[in-house]
């Protein structure tokens, strides 16, 4: 159950690693941005509809799309270079948010769901090339520091892009919070640009080279099914795949009733939307440098099962404690709190997939997580788009923290318990060329 003693601190990983602090800062600012982005257009999509079905109408429109997409976006990824596929992809979502600045009053909320889905389309080949990009900066005991690095990152960005976002938004309105991520985007296009390392997987000559239309689409088809047998042999993926079809179905409730939570159970505004979503990520920095520790004492498997059954007990507490009292300020530390196991979790669950699949196959097997998550996530914002209107926002929100108790203890039981597998027995593919 232990960690090699070989791994390598955050700070050694960041002081040899010069690519490794473009990726991350490249990631810092774009999801920065992204922060912004969210905070400012989940209320505004709320506010200015006041309904919870329109809120789920704005995350199915980010989340449908990636469920197709999802499916065959890893397949290009690991056919080209991942820094040029994050580079256009920031440029491409600059450019895409610009239709936002025309949504002024509810007869124009359509062009949110138009740019929402043709962004999150491009943001699914940027994500799984970023996932698939970051193995090949460190060495492989460094991977789960990486990664909690690369978590720490995310927190930061949520820090800073949470709290300002609900204040862009209250302030400035819409128009500002796009300006504002638009050039977040061009600027980590730039630093990814900067990377030297080659990030373009290998495959074989004849699956890129020499094909009539007909013959690269099933060539395509062929790869996706190499990629998903892969996952099929493997009992962790399956595993974090089962993990995330049943988180995912709770984050979707939470991207659509948090904003009502907030609003409407603690009687809060956009300012206070942005203070309690950006508050996770203060446990979430520090949780990174436990999660980093802890991968010198603990394999990702145990932190993976124990750090998510914690993150979904406090979840509960946050979601039920107003039926006894109503204020934000226990909503905020139950955030900060939640931030810790939240590092951890998404450290460990990272690694794990990393450790189980090729650097030729890790595109493939990353999009599917995403259009699985993506599927899931539809699902949860359909429900709680109802339901919350019907049962009440609460009760459905509780579901979330449920999902994780059970799927933290789903992963104990399969994964702990049994011995630990060979990668390369996994994906007989040969290693790739630098």
Same mark, same amino acid.
């Given at each position: 159950?232990?960690?090699?003693?070989?791994?390598?601190?955050?700070?050694?990983?960041?002081?040899?690693?010069?690519?490794?602090?473009?990726?991350?800062?490249?990631?810092?600012?774009?999801?920065?941005?992204?922060?912004?982005?969210?905070?400012?257009?989940?209320?505004?999509?709320?506010?200015?509809?006041?309904?919870?079905?329109?809120?789920?109408?704005?995350?199915?429109?980010?989340?449908?799309?990636?469920?197709?997409?999802?499916?065959?976006?890893?397949?290009?990824?690991?056919?080209?270079?991942?820094?040029?596929?994050?580079?256009?992809?920031? #440029?491409?979502?600059?450019?895409?948010?610009?239709?936002?600045?025309?949504?002024?009053?509810?007869?124009? @909320?359509?062009?949110?769901?138009?740019?929402?889905?043709?962004?999150?389309?491009?943001?699914?080949?940027?994500?799984?090339?970023?996932?698939?990009? #970051?193995? #090949?900066?460190?060495?492989?005991?460094?991977?789960?520091?990486?990664?909690?690095?690369?978590?720490?990152?995310?927190?930061?960005?949520?820090?800073?892009?949470?709290?300002?976002?609900?204040?862009?938004?209250?302030?400035?309105?819409?128009?500002?919070?796009?300006?504002?991520?638009?050039?977040?985007?061009?600027?980590?296009?730039?630093?990814?640009?900067?990377?030297?390392?080659?990030?373009?997987?290998?495959?074989?000559?004849?699956?890129?080279?020499?094909?009539?239309?007909?013959?690269?689409?099933?060539?395509?088809?062929?790869?996706?099914?190499?990629?998903?047998?892969?996952?099929?042999?493997?009992?962790?993926?399956?595993?974090?795949?089962?993990?995330?079809?049943?988180?995912?179905?709770?984050?979707?409730?939470?991207?659509?009733?948090?904003?009502?939570?907030?609003?409407?159970?603690?009687?809060?505004?956009?300012?206070?939307?942005?203070? @309690?979503?950006?508050?996770?990520?203060?446990?979430?920095?520090?949780?990174?440098?436990?999660?980093?520790?802890?991968?010198?004492?603990?394999?990702?498997?145990?932190?993976?099962?124990?750090?998510?059954?914690?993150?979904?007990?406090?979840?509960?507490?946050?979601?039920?404690?107003?039926?006894?009292?109503?204020?934000?300020?226990?909503?905020?530390?139950?955030?900060?709190?939640?931030?810790?196991?939240?590092?951890?979790?998404?450290?460990?669950?990272?690694?794990?997939?990393?450790?189980?699949?090729?650097?030729?196959?890790?595109?493939? @097997?990353?999009?599917?997580?995403?259009?699985?998550?993506?599927?899931?996530?539809?699902?949860g914002a359909t429900c709680a788009g109802f339901l919350g209107e019907s049962v009440g926002i609460i009760p459905i929100l509780a579901l979330q923290g449920g999902g994780y108790v059970v799927a933290g203890l789903?992963?104990?039981?399969?994964?702990?318990?049994?011995?630990?597998?060979?990668?390369?027995?996994?994906?007989?593919?040969?290693?790739?060329?630098?």
């Open positions: 159950m232990t960690a090699p003693a070989s791994t390598p601190t955050v700070r050694a990983l960041v002081r040899g690693h010069r690519d490794l602090r473009l990726l991350l800062a490249a990631g810092l600012i774009s999801m920065t941005g992204d922060w912004v982005l969210s905070v400012g257009l989940v209320y505004t999509v709320y506010d200015v509809t006041g309904s919870t079905l329109a809120s789920a109408g704005a995350l199915l429109a980010a989340f449908v799309p990636q469920v197709v997409v999802g499916l065959f976006a890893g397949v290009f990824v690991d056919r080209w270079s991942r820094a040029r596929t994050m580079v256009v992809g920031n #440029l491409l979502l600059a450019v895409g948010l610009l239709p936002l600045l025309l949504v002024g009053d509810s007869s124009r @909320i359509w062009i949110v769901y138009a740019v929402l889905a043709a962004t999150s389309v491009v943001e699914v080949f940027v994500a799984t090339a970023d996932s698939a990009m #970051l193995p #090949l900066l460190v060495p492989e005991e460094g991977r789960l520091p990486a990664n909690a690095l690369n978590g720490q990152v995310a927190q930061v960005a949520r820090l800073v892009g949470g709290s300002v976002g609900g204040v862009v938004a209250a302030t400035g309105g819409l128009g500002a919070v796009v300006l504002v991520d638009g050039a977040t985007f061009v600027l980590a296009a730039l630093l990814v640009h900067l990377i030297r390392t080659s990030t373009r997987a290998a495959v074989a000559e004849e699956t890129v080279e020499d094909h009539e239309v007909s013959g690269r689409l099933a060539t395509i088809v062929t790869e996706w099914r190499d990629g998903a047998r892969t996952v099929a042999r493997s009992r962790a993926l399956k595993v974090v795949l089962a993990f995330t079809l049943i988180t995912s179905v709770g984050e979707g409730i939470m991207g659509t009733l948090f904003t009502p939570y907030v609003k409407d159970v603690l009687e809060g505004n956009a300012a206070t939307l942005g203070t @309690i979503s950006s508050s996770q990520a203060v446990g979430g920095i520090l949780g990174g440098f436990v999660a980093a520790a802890a991968a010198r004492h603990w394999t990702p498997r145990v932190l993976f099962g124990w750090g998510s059954v914690l993150f979904g007990l406090v979840d509960l507490a946050i979601f039920l404690y107003p039926t006894l009292y109503v204020a934000a300020w226990p909503a905020v530390m139950g955030m900060v709190l939640v931030g810790f196991p939240g590092a951890v979790v998404v450290a460990a669950r990272t690694t794990l997939m990393q450790d189980h699949s090729t650097d030729a196959q890790r595109g493939r @097997i990353f999009a599917l997580l995403f259009g699985v998550s993506s599927l899931s996530l539809g699902i789903m992963v104990l039981a399969v994964l702990t318990a049994a011995p630990a597998e060979a990668p390369e027995q996994l994906s007989p593919e040969p290693a790739p060329r630098r």
